[in-house]
């Protein structure tokens, strides 16, 4: 059965189309890819699915476990379990990774955590991403390097253990050893959680350690090909150029 089912959606900003009826389905513990050229839409769909203001959906609709979400807002998106990390994650001076960490927990459960738990678990996870558990006391993101706020990311996918995370070019500017790392921490979300993966890339090092279950590439807003784990090797070797006209990444 489909977790997210994405039906003929077309999403325009500022009255400009930047998706023509875009169709994906992505079952429960499933691993996806979506790749494609600069400006192709990929960051677009993960934006609208996890329902940012900015996108305004024109037509189709936007399914999550049996729930039309299509006009619901992000925070609703967020407590069925939807988990979108960021490209460029924003600094937030005045609140703690730790304490945004822990408040983000509660809101999605309902649930207060004893913060003896909280810190066993934030601590353990840290672990995986070989953290500095002095990070956890500084503010989100504030002074982080690129590589340390793409783990802090990871770190919330890890805590959060949401039902479906779209992973925005999380791989973006990481040296080799960072992409080792994170890739680690993606893998033990997939063990440990089951839940299910969007993964939108440049970068197919990243997949190296996870099972792909379904690719798909998009270019100029539409889904132009389908397939799967081999599709990523297929655009590994030969580029997207024969299959979206538009030269390589």
């Given at each position: 059965?489909a977790?997210?089912?994405?039906?003929n959606?077309?999403?325009?900003?500022?009255?400009?189309?930047?998706l023509?009826?875009?169709?994906m389905?992505?079952?429960?513990?499933e691993?996806?890819?979506l790749?494609?050229?600069?400006?192709?839409?990929?960051?677009?769909?993960?934006?609208?699915?996890?329902?940012?203001?900015?996108?305004?959906?024109?037509g189709?609709?936007?399914?999550?476990?049996?729930?039309?979400?299509?006009?619901?807002?992000?925070?609703?998106?967020?407590?069925?379990g939807?988990?979108?990390?960021f490209?460029?994650?924003?600094?937030?001076?005045?609140?703690?990774?730790?304490?945004?960490?822990?408040?983000a927990?509660?809101?999605?459960?309902?649930?207060r955590?004893?913060?003896?738990?909280?810190?066993?678990?934030?601590?353990?996870a840290m672990?995986?991403?070989?953290?500095?558990?002095?990070?956890?006391?500084?503010d989100?993101?504030?002074?982080?390097?690129?590589?340390?706020?793409?783990?802090?990311?990871i770190?919330?996918?890890?805590?959060?253990?949401?039902?479906?995370?779209?992973?925005?070019?999380?791989?973006?500017?990481?040296?080799v050893?960072?992409?080792?790392?994170?890739?680690?921490?993606?893998?033990?979300?997939?063990?440990?959680?089951g839940?299910?993966?969007?993964?939108?890339?440049?970068?197919?090092?990243?997949?190296?350690?996870?099972?792909?279950?379904?690719?798909h590439?998009?270019?100029d807003?539409?889904?132009?090909?389908?397939?799967?784990?081999?599709?990523?090797?297929e655009?590994?070797?030969?580029?997207?150029?024969?299959?979206t006209?538009?030269?390589?990444?």
């Amino acid at each position: 059965m489909a977790l997210l089912t994405i039906k003929n959606l077309s999403v325009e900003i500022e009255e400009t189309e930047l998706l023509h009826g875009v169709s994906m389905e992505v079952g429960s513990g499933e691993t996806h890819v979506l790749m494609g050229p600069n400006g192709a839409g990929k960051s677009t769909l993960g934006f609208t699915v996890m329902g940012s203001p900015e996108y305004k959906v024109t037509g189709g609709s936007i399914v999550f476990d049996g729930a039309d979400i299509t006009g619901e807002s992000p925070d609703k998106r967020a407590k069925r379990g939807i988990f979108l990390s960021f490209q460029n994650p924003v600094e937030i001076p005045g609140i703690t990774l730790s304490d945004f960490l822990r408040n983000a927990l509660e809101q999605v459960t309902g649930q207060r955590m004893k913060l003896w738990d909280f810190k066993k678990q934030l601590h353990a996870a840290m672990d995986v991403l070989q953290m500095d558990a002095a990070y956890a006391d500084r503010d989100l993101n504030v002074g982080f390097s690129g590589g340390e706020k793409k783990k802090a990311e990871i770190l919330q996918l890890l805590m959060l253990k949401p039902r479906l995370a779209i992973l925005d070019e999380t791989d973006s500017g990481l040296d080799v050893d960072a992409v080792r790392t994170v890739s680690a921490g993606i893998a033990a979300y997939r063990e440990r959680c089951g839940g299910s993966l969007l993964i939108i890339t440049h970068n197919t090092k990243i997949l190296e350690a996870l099972q792909i279950d379904r690719a798909h590439i998009i270019a100029d807003g539409k889904i132009v090909k389908e397939g799967g784990a081999e599709l990523v090797a297929e655009i590994n070797e030969h580029g997207f150029e024969h299959l979206t006209g538009k030269g390589a990444i």
